[in-house]
């Protein structure tokens, strides 16, 4: 069984595991002892805390196989963003050049670098080994954070983002960081993404271009990727579509992957899921009422979350899940049906 | 002997003849009947009691005696940007770094400025080709700052003068291919017709953020400043005045506009008055240019002069009737090229 | 009985009426009849036109009272703005400043002056005679433009905006327009104001800051204005909420009112009506099923829209009101009840 | 007799002594041992044959050869920016017009540039009280042009000088507390002793994008460019050898940056050289600047000279010991300050 957790300080070395497997794709998750053991400081410390507003907390979960004891992907996210480290973003805005004598009238797009997220909470990291890597496991590992969201919505933002990974090519080079980062960094997009992962961006103003960046000046190949996402990430971005998430213009300065927004409250799996009552039984013997949900606790340090089979008009839970919950009989738990259309 | 001169109303026919000869990449003064006449009115139209000091545009010719035929002429503007705003890019430095990445990047940016509002500015200059010997060029530009230290009060004081870009053997202005093309629905030479008629729609339609020139491609970075190789000696000669270029170009071209404080241009500075005396056989000198203190019969010619005593030149008979003055009348005088003393 | 439809040419004295009470506080309604007369004239040529993508259309409606005949008020629709005159607003954008070193984080905001909303419809008028301003003829003027749109979505770009007037003194001064735009234009604010009725606000790219003005350096009044609706307008800001517009940090420029916007498929005037076929009759009998509702026909030139009392689940509309709609049993209208707590 | 040589090492307690003269506006060379000891310690740096040329800062002390007491200290940045930027706010000119309204409006803008990076700057320049007459401020100022003129190829084409803005009787400056304050959490005095340590900081904080001055309070507006009243005579001395206020004004107080190319300031343009004839009793003459050639051994003195014939002037012993030259030595020669010729 695939239980969805809070990071803890036994978990460093699967996590290492996690970070060599994912290859440097995330800029959240380096493969830097230092810093994945921040991830669990932040995560143990964030849920220690007494929050009454979100701050700069960050909460880290892992999916772990029950029974073999391993780790198989990892997920977080920041509470706010753009707090003790800025946070920058490119808004893509169109700029008006017109002449009434010629009768022209041009749009041309530009890249304005902001901070327009600052104070908004973020889904930060999402990564599963290849060889889970099924529907029901990824919305496990990705919507079980909203679940959580739900439990303890005081201690986030009141906006969510999500960033896409952008488009790279088959050396795993970014065009649009060809034909702009690279100008002010001199130095390749590697290196800059592991940097922004280690110092949080903090060095960026120090680098970027604070004008405006005319989108005609750059390279062809850059233009077409802009607010793209990449090609296997087209999945991800459907499914946050589909949990009410929206693509306004804003893109990452390093690969120009688009950011999804939504108000935190109108997240689908955060407005939609129900708190009932735990009755622990067998489950209900007519199998056509049963369907796939998540189902998790409405703990904090004890949070916990995994998928199971259930009748939702009559939900009852087996005495193992039960377990793996940490309920007992009339514990409140949180439940949200799974669709069998989104698990494909 | 050529002489400089205000233009007169009765120079119609002469700047008309000027203006078929000036070519297509002269865009202030061309083969076309209009456009001569607009010049010639606004030119009038400066010593109208009516017109604003600030409007004034002054234009020379330069007039053969031995034939009255005019060979060339020149202009300053009074004040630039009064009515319409004045535009350039600016080239400005920024550095990029940072201390704990030990990165430090050297930016350049391309930002419009209205900077040069109110300056006065050294316009239209044209040589006929068959007049292009004898340091006739020399005479025809320079004479406007004898005007210039005459009539200091009718300047700012600061003077510009715009220089036409690179383009290359085909007539194509990198600088244009790699900025201001992706903002017109215009090619190039369409834009340049209409620009040398009115540069306010130009920049209407530019940028107006400020540009890294590091995302232009190489031959627009290398433009950047750069003189088409026709107007190189002009830009010399003005730079031998103390013009420099301080990083304003055109929004269109990327040529470089030269400015100097008006007071520091050599010939302005050094310039200075002396009685002339008039004499068949004056003893030889060097070039320079002479000129005579009236404001609507302003002359200047070039000649080999050497000075007598202390404040006496001694001219020659034609070069006094060319400056309409007599002898013992109070002319400027100043060399007519710098030499630095050392 | 009052009756919301199209400005035709018939109504040009009455429009200047309400131009000259409404004493020039609309930018989009001066007491100009050239002007009012492009009202009319705009009106008619985007009725007559056959639209497949929104473009340059500008509707404007009038309320009149049918038994008297003369106009009560004015509200319009444009179907985009900025394609044929660029449209303006300030963003209001935070610029972080942090030192490191210093421990120092500080949130600057600065106002932008941008295009953003480009291509977006607006509602742009909305006047009504200080005599019959009721909740009912309110709602009336204002939603049935809304209506109008549901019936005719093809004629109106996917996002919908409407402007909030901004603050302003016991003297009509706007404390925002002393402090920035003055600075800018050297005229007064009612000049300003007027201008930009008649010019499309096309001239403004000549005189307003393109650079970004830090919010510090204005004076506290204008600071405190900013995005500030004025006080008579917290109603119609109420009113734009319930319909699901929000406010994103756009103002405007002269005044700094607020900008609203919404998805216009999600505007709940537009999503929540429902045609259904005209059934001509006596009302019903028991009056406890009778409610207000906006009742419309479905029609163009002609489109005719007006408040009644009907029966929504069995809806029936009186002769007098057939007429008026110019509808016969049968025809399709349109019904929106109007809840009692809407109506105070 | 004065005489400004470079630093030494054994002038740490002369330095550290003249420090406890210069008092609280003074913040290049504070009453504080540290300060004094890393002042020193990076001058000397400069001749570690490991530094690169464009870090160099060239330190002169003036010192009386009759007591052997240091009076004064100035020096020379080789190059600014090239390590941590170096900014100032940009004055530029906008205009705002419009045809169809006639309206026209000029706006000035304040951008943050790093445009003197790699320029040369002439800094820390302090006198001791007691020793202000007999024109020892010039000396100690203008002998820095001698060992520019005389080792031209250390330096950049561009000399820059910053000038202590203007503040009030309580030393309240308008242009931060109508711009800076607003972006910093910090009270004037605190940010402007963290001001003299490190720049840096400000610009991180300072306001990035383009400001309209004419937002900002009218005497925060009145500041821009203007001088400290007690750095005005400083002023007037640079501008007098060239230097121009050219739009470019630091980014904490609003004082202004002056700039010249290098090789037009008077005193290098105008010094040349000359033979050494020694004598008692010398022709009296104007004030010039003399120096010797020496890279390690410069020294710079003021006494009053005339030419004896074209290329010989005649020093007295004193000026030549303090020179370390002797009968027949080449030295650089200038006038003390200029005089315009007319």
Chains 1, 3 share one sequence.
Not at chain 1, 14 to 39: C, F, K, Q, Y
Not at chain 1, 178 to 206: C, P, Q, V, W
Request: hydrophobic fraction near 35%; glycine fraction near 6%; aromatic fraction near 8%.
């Amino acid at each position: 069984m695939l239980l969805l957790r809070p990071l803890n300080f036994n978990d460093i070395q699967g996590l290492e595991r996690l970070a060599v497997i994912s290859g440097g794709s995330m800029t959240t998750l380096p493969a830097n002892r230092d810093h994945l053991g921040e991830l669990i400081n932040g995560t143990q410390q964030s849920l220690r805390k007494d929050v009454e507003q979100a701050g700069d907390e960050s909460y880290h979960f892992v999916l772990e196989d029950t029974e073999s004891g391993s780790l198989i992907g990892v997920s977080g996210i920041d509470a706010t963003v753009g707090i003790s480290s800025p946070f920058y973003s490119y808004r893509t805005e169109k700029v008006v050049h017109a002449s009434n004598e010629l009768q022209i009238h041009n749009q041309i797009p530009a890249l304005h670098l902001c901070q327009d997220y600052t104070g908004v909470a973020r889904l930060c990291t999402l990564f599963i080994d290849k060889e889970h890597r099924t529907p029901v496991n990824l919305h496990l590992l990705s919507r079980a954070r909203l679940m959580f969201i739900a439990q303890h919505p005081e201690r986030f933002a009141s906006r969510l983002i999500a960033e896409l990974q952008g488009v790279v090519d088959e050396n795993n080079r970014s065009p649009f960081w060809e034909s702009l980062g690279r100008h002010f960094f001199e130095m390749d997009f590697t290196k800059a993404n592991y940097l922004t992962g280690i110092n949080s961006k903090g060095f960026i103003a120090d680098l970027m271009p604070h004008y405006p960046v005319y989108v005609p000046l750059l390279s062809q190949e850059a233009q077409d990727v802009l607010g793209k996402p990449r090609p296997d990430m087209q999945n991800v971005m459907r499914l946050l579509e589909n949990e009410g998430f929206s693509y306004r213009g804003y893109i990452d300065i390093f690969d120009a992957g688009p950011t999804m927004e939504a108000r935190t409250d109108f997240v689908r799996s955060i407005a939609q899921n129900r708190q009932v009552a735990a009755r622990i039984g067998e489950s209900a013997t007519d199998d056509s009422n049963l369907h796939q949900a998540l189902i998790s606790n409405t703990g904090l340090k004890n949070y916990r979350c995994l998928v199971s089979r259930i009748d939702p008009e009559q939900p009852e839970i087996s005495a193992e899940i039960a377990e793996l919950l940490q309920v007992s009989e009339g514990d409140p738990i949180r439940i949200m049906r799974l669709s069998d259309a989104e698990l494909g | 002997m050529m002489v400089v001169r205000l233009i007169q109303a009765d120079d119609h026919e002469a700047l008309r003849e000027l203006a078929r000869k000036t070519g297509p990449g002269f865009t202030s003064l061309q083969d076309n009947d209009e456009q001569v006449a607009a010049k010639l009115s606004s030119a009038l139209q400066t010593f109208d009691p009516e017109t604003r000091p600030e409007d004034a545009l002054y234009l020379f010719v330069m007039e053969d005696t031995e034939t009255g035929e005019v060979v060339g002429i020149s202009g300053i503007e009074a004040a630039v940007g009064l009515n319409d705003p004045w535009y350039n890019y600016r080239v400005g430095t920024l550095v990029h770094a940072s201390r704990e990445l030990e990165v430090y990047n050297q930016l350049h940016t391309l930002t419009i400025t209205n900077d040069h509002t109110g300056y006065s500015e050294l316009c239209t200059l044209f040589l006929a080709p068959d007049a292009r010997h004898s340091k006739h060029g020399s005479l025809l530009s320079k004479s406007r700052f004898m005007f210039m230290a005459e009539f200091s009060h009718l300047f700012n004081e600061h003077l510009i003068a715009e220089m036409r870009g690179y383009s290359d053997e085909n007539g194509i202005s990198p600088f244009w291919e790699g900025l201001g093309r992706h903002f017109f629905s215009l090619d190039f030479s369409e834009a340049d017709k209409l620009s040398s008629m009115d540069k306010v729609f130009i920049a209407e339609l530019m940028p107006k953020n400020t540009i890294y020139t590091n995302l232009l491609p190489e031959d627009a970075q290398q433009a950047i400043g750069q003189t088409h190789q026709n107007t190189t000696p002009a830009r010399k000669l003005l730079e031998n005045e103390g013009m420099r270029y301080t990083g304003y170009v055109d929004i269109f071209d990327g040529g470089p506009t030269l400015v100097a404080r008006t007071d520091d241009i050599r010939a302005i500075q050094d310039s200075h008055y002396v009685k002339a005396r008039i004499d068949e056989h004056p003893p030889e000198g060097e070039l320079y240019l002479v000129s005579s203190n009236d404001f609507k019969d302003f002359r200047c010619c070039m000649t080999a002069l050497t000075s007598v005593g202390k404040h006496v030149v001694t001219l020659t008979p034609d070069v006094a009737e060319a400056l309409n003055i007599t002898e013992g009348s109070t002319v400027r005088v100043v060399p007519l090229s710098s030499g630095r003393r050392f």
